[in-house]
């Protein structure tokens, strides 16, 4: 019987064998299995480019868009097949290196760029890569660090943030410098807007075309409501063309008479701020690290939440506002930022035009004789800021960056503090690349921890050849700095992991789940001392002293689920009665697994503490 069913199937056209194996439910390794039953289905299947196309996108559909682009700019691809085998050769080795990542660098909290060298022939072409290995390699990153903690390789997913940031960030320093390169007409504001969010959030896949659609979708609302209320607008008589265009480009001036783009804007300000709710957070005002937040200048997350601060819904207003034909100009303060409009541009100095400004959290037009909702700020002159040039899209996306790096320094969230703030400055670095202020606040960063300075004082060998003496000097200081730091370092002789063996007095073993008794907060044990081994001004502010068992009882290094990492001693330590995961970014860095009652050390904490696992076994258990 199969043998007759053999038989039926290969005398099906081919068109039908493609179309049963084109389900969704058949994975590689089946259409394979199937085209080796015989030397025809053989042909018909490793033939069939349509065939392997589409199930190339069904395995990885979040590639889609950068092989359209591909096939758009560069070539069409020939082969499918070799597309599929390049991609699962370049993920294999991918992982390969990400599983060798823990054994080199066990003590470095943040990596520096040069430690993560090894990876570049893998996602740049001009190092040997497939043409579009980077979306293979950063598409498997996010695929790991998507899923699940307690079904992943706990020490794998921590690398796997860092080497998708990587190569996240080296790849948009290149978008950022065809952005700065691009006529201003065509740097638009959500492309820069889209670029800070895509730096920022480097283990998400923050895609432009999404970001763009939903804009559009803003500006068809739009039209929708304007068509109700004066079906008669001119706006309705254009072609699709026209609206594309200001799509991708800034335009010189309102397309429409003073009264028509008011009638546009109101239909924009009905939509945005009645129907789709934009606004502020309601509490925004009241705290500074509220109005801060780095979610609130990610343009992604502003468009799903329908709030953030003023520069995200401005971004947001006036893409939308160009989609209609209507611009709208950003206006940068040290204080404030605004969206200003005028019925016309481009016109004489000595003709008198009226300004207006833009309360983005409200639509509503500002004039001197009203004020804005900003802050706890009740009157200003207005007027002062008539004289103000519009924003260019670079200046507003450092003014992101500068914002980002105020919310990571003011943040009380412990949790992957320190690669938030190491994120923003180095947007910063990339956007204002030879400011002397944003490389000494990246320098100190980089020395806290004990990181790669040498790209730093490239660019400080730089500014020191051709920059103005007003540069020069500031940077000659800084150099000076790091190369004493440098010096130190060289003489400082690397650490050895110190083999821990057990003493009687160690209670508890480093995995283990546990409760503070003083202070409540649950915690994991990464490691521990035989007696208190900090410096006597951090026991004399702690008061260890005062504890029962003073310094000459053991005390453990722990990571406490607030994100912060402790130093605690014996006494102060309780098993907790029902294990639970532990919220600390720093986990995997120590540990590869979450069993449900202890964390399971990674191979190079295991080689450091190689007696524990008996221990913490025999407590658990009992």
């Given at each position: ?18 179309v ?47 092989y359209e ?9 020939k ?117 800070v ?7 998400k ?31 309705f ?50 705290t ?24 995200t ?55 001197k ?15 002062c ?7 260019t899209?670079?200046e ?22 320190a ?28 020395m806290?921890?004990?990181?790669d ?65 003083r ?13 208190c ?19 000459h ?44 009652t ?18 913490r ?6």
């Amino acid at each position: 019987m199969k043998m007759e069913q053999d038989v039926l199937i290969t005398f099906l056209p081919n068109e039908v064998i493609e179309v049963i194996l084109e389900n969704e439910n058949l994975n590689f390794v089946d259409v394979v299995n199937f085209a080796r039953t015989c030397k025809h289905l053989h042909r018909t299947v490793f033939f069939s480019n349509k065939l392997w196309r589409i199930k190339f996108f069904q395995r990885w559909p979040l590639l889609k868009e950068a092989y359209e682009s591909y096939e758009k700019h560069e070539t069409k691809i020939k082969n499918w097949l070799d597309e599929i085998k390049a991609s699962i050769a370049t993920r294999s080795e991918l992982m390969r290196r990400l599983s060798e990542m823990s054994g080199k660098n066990y003590r470095k909290q943040e990596l520096s760029h040069s430690e993560l060298k090894d990876f570049d022939p893998l996602f740049r072409p001009d190092e040997g890569s497939h043409h579009l290995a980077y979306h293979f390699c950063v598409d498997e990153l996010t695929d790991l660090i998507k899923k699940s903690d307690l079904n992943s390789n706990l020490t794998d997913k921590y690398y796997a943030h860092k080497v998708a940031r990587y190569m996240r960030q080296y790849r948009l320093t290149e978008e950022w410098q065809k952005f700065t390169n691009l006529p201003p007409r065509e740097q638009i504001l959500e492309r820069g807007a889209v670029l800070v969010a895509q730096w920022s959030q480097p283990e998400k896949y923050v895609n432009y075309s999404c970001v763009s659609s939903q804009l559009d979708e803003i500006a068809e609302r739009t039209k929708s409501v304007l068509k109700e209320q004066h079906p008669q607008h001119p706006l309705f008589s254009l072609p699709a063309e026209q609206f594309r265009h200001w799509r991708m480009k800034n335009i010189d001036d309102n397309q429409w008479s003073g009264t028509r783009t008011r009638q546009v804007i109101a239909a924009l300000r009905e939509i945005m701020f009645n129907r789709l709710g934009f606004q502020g957070d309601s509490e925004m005002y009241c705290t500074s690290e509220m109005y801060y937040s780095s979610e609130n200048s990610f343009i992604d997350q502003v468009l799903e939440r329908k709030h953030g601060i003023p520069i995200t819904i401005a971004i947001i207003f006036e893409s939308v506002a160009r989609r209609v034909g209507v611009r709208c100009e950003p206006v940068s303060s040290p204080a404030h930022f605004f969206l200003r409009w005028k019925e016309k541009y481009n016109v004489p100095e000595t003709e008198d035009v009226e300004i207006f400004y833009i309360d983005v959290f409200t639509g509503q037009f500002l004039t001197k004789n009203n004020c804005p909702r900003i802050g706890r700020l009740s009157m200003y002159p207005m007027e002062c800021y008539n004289s103000l040039n519009a924003a260019t899209a670079v200046e507003v996306v450092q003014r992101m960056a500068n914002n980002l790096e105020v919310a990571a320094r003011q943040c009380t969230y412990l949790n992957g503090r320190a690669s938030r703030l190491r994120s923003a400055l180095e947007l910063m670095h990339m956007v204002r690349p030879y400011d002397n202020a944003t490389i000494l606040d990246l320098a100190r960063f980089y020395m806290l921890h004990q990181m790669d300075l040498a790209k730093l004082v490239d660019v400080l060998n730089r500014i020191q050849e051709g920059s103005e003496l007003s540069s020069r000097g500031p940077a000659c200081s800084i150099l000076r700095m790091l190369q004493d730091y440098e010096n130190h370092m060289n003489v400082v002789r690397e650490e050895i992991i110190e083999v821990k063996r057990r003493k009687p007095e160690v209670k508890y073993a480093i995995g283990m789940i546990m409760k503070h008794r003083r202070y409540e907060y649950t915690c994991v044990i990464t490691g521990w001392d035989a007696r208190c081994e900090a410096s006597l001004e951090w026991m004399n502010e702690m008061g260890v002293e005062e504890l029962s068992g003073g310094s000459h009882q053991p005390f453990y290094n722990v990571f406490a689920d607030d994100g912060s990492s402790r130093y605690v001693a014996q006494e102060n330590l309780l098993i907790l009665s029902t294990p639970q995961w532990i919220n600390n970014f720093e986990i995997g860095r120590y540990f590869c697994e979450f069993n449900g009652t202890h964390y399971t050390p990674n191979a190079e904490k295991t080689a450091e503490y190689p007696e524990d696992a008996e221990v913490r076994n025999s407590l658990i258990t009992t």
